[in-house]
């Protein structure tokens, strides 16, 4: 911050002290809001040139604000921009520069505009470009998870109910869970970008301004949809943020759960995965340890993501109509949450391909645990036995195994028919884990032939 030249602050005209030096840092955004300055600049040259059009300034004076601007984004960009906290935010720290840059031009750009109507805009204009951003990593992070569920699309792994062995079930399909969650939250975020391209601009302080504008026009030159139907709602509302962190905390709580999945599966316990060694850090004591940290980070950055939500909604819960200062503190968690969601499917996308299973481990697991034993009871009540008949019977089966340390698919012909008379040779096809998943054959199903085509459906889905 450079304050060396120190401007007066263009409202101080009905003021006569000075203002005191904390509350001048502590009523400040500018530290967190210059990260808006492009669209800042973007919104006052499509105010200008609106204006100029509605003859409210010349065209002379509209370019010159317009390349005033323009040389003002350059100086930000090359770092050489004086930011003033005495100026207060980004607002004003641009409107200034610009005075002092091309002189009474400068001082008519905020002709019929207030910065409640400008800073609504600005961020209706960022999280408008950072949610494009967010949902195409979103589905480099699906494609990545296309390819792996395609690889490993035969590979048998136990699934769980309550974490205790339930079915088999194939990685591909498991892969192909995570596909689904993601999905939705891409199409949760496209809806979100649908409500809020809708331009503040021209609601002013409040009311709207006496000043012949054109919104419609202003609109059309930001790439709005439309105008903002009511200026109260335009300049107070922030329930575009909240709906973007609902959607983001959403992403993150997916995320998590994948993390949590992957920590597990990458433990000696489980042995599912190896995360490539890039994506590990090691202990500084214990040199065995290869620790899954991204997965780990990405479990704990949910918390804050969570928090900012929580925050945001806190924050619009007691506001009367229309702005309020309280609003300036919708920024941090908002740039927070993009950044670190961001930050989160970045590494998840980066990390997915280069997952190895270890299909070996993976089939011992599901040997252990009657993970076929449903497969038993549907074979019974195929011969005709009643679906809870054969529950009980199958039920009395694993409490044999357990007693013989053997596996279902274990015991001879012999020792299964004295649960059930009719059973036959032909249970042992079904009684692997391979015939387990391949007779889960429909839509939806785990079924290798199934999950094969469920990514060819979402291949066509994603274009
Ligand atoms: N820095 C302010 C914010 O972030 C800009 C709008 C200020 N408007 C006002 N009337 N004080 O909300």
């Known amino acids: 911050m450079s304050d060396s030249k120190i401007p007066a602050k263009p409202w101080s005209g009905r003021f006569n002290e000075p203002t005191d030096a904390f509350v001048e840092a502590f009523t400040a955004s500018v530290d967190f809001d210059r990260r808006l300055y492009r669209y800042d600049i973007r919104g006052s040259i499509a105010h200008a040139t609106m204006l100029a059009r509605a003859g409210i300034l010349t065209q002379e004076e509209r370019d010159t604000i317009v390349s005033g601007l323009e040389a003002i984004r350059g100086e930000i960009e090359d770092g050489e921009f004086p930011w003033s906290v005495s100026l207060e935010d980004v607002h004003m720290n641009v409107e200034s520069a610009l005075t002092r840059r091309i002189g009474d031009a400068g001082k008519k750009l905020h002709t019929g505009r207030s910065r409640n109507d400008q800073v609504a805009t600005d961020i209706r204009l960022y999280l408008r470009d950072e949610i494009e951003i967010i949902r195409a990593e979103i589905l480099r992070l699906q494609q990545a998870l296309l390819d792996i569920a395609e690889r490993e699309a035969d590979s048998v792994m136990p699934g769980f109910t309550h974490l205790q062995t339930a079915q088999p079930v194939t990685f591909g399909h498991h892969m192909m869970a995570w596909f689904e969650m993601l999905e939705r939250d891409r199409g949760r975020l496209a809806d979100c970008n649908g409500r809020l391209n809708v331009m503040p601009l021209g609601a002013a302080a409040l009311a709207g301004t006496t000043y012949p504008i054109d919104r419609h026009y202003t609109a059309e030159l930001l790439g709005f949809e439309r105008p903002a139907e009511n200026s109260l709602d335009a300049v107070s509302d922030r329930d575009f943020a909240i709906e973007f962190s609902a959607a983001a905390a959403l992403v993150m709580m997916h995320l998590s759960r994948f993390s949590e999945e992957l920590i597990l599966w990458s433990s000696a316990q489980f042995g599912f995965v190896e995360l490539s060694d890039s994506f590990c850090t090691g202990s500084s004591i ?78 011992r697991a599901a040997m252990q645990g009657f993970a076929t034993a449903t497969d038993l009871a549907d074979y019974l009540v195929r011969k005709g036995m009643p679906f809870r008949d054969a529950h009980e019977v199958v039920g009395k089966a694993v409490a044999y195994c357990v007693e013989k340390r053997r596996d279902l698919s274990e015991l001879p012909l012999e020792e299964l028919q004295q649960f059930c008379g009719d059973i036959g040779e032909d249970v042992f096809d079904l009684l692997t884990l391979e015939g387990s998943v391949a007779a889960r054959d429909h839509i939806g199903g785990t079924a290798p032939d199934q999950v094969r085509q469920a990514i060819a459906r979402a291949r066509e889905r994603l274009g």
């Open 286 to 363: 214990m040199p065995q340890k290869k620790n899954p940290d991204v997965p780990e980070l990405v479990r704990g950055k949910t918390g804050r993501v969570f928090g900012h939500l929580m925050a945001l909604l806190t924050l619009m819960k007691g506001q009367p109509l229309a702005y309020n200062k309280d609003n300036q503190e919708d920024k941090e968690p908002l740039f927070d949450t993009v950044d670190n969601l961001k930050g989160c499917l970045k590494v998840f996308a980066d990390m997915i391909p280069a997952i190895t299973c270890n299909r070996a481990n993976m089939r």
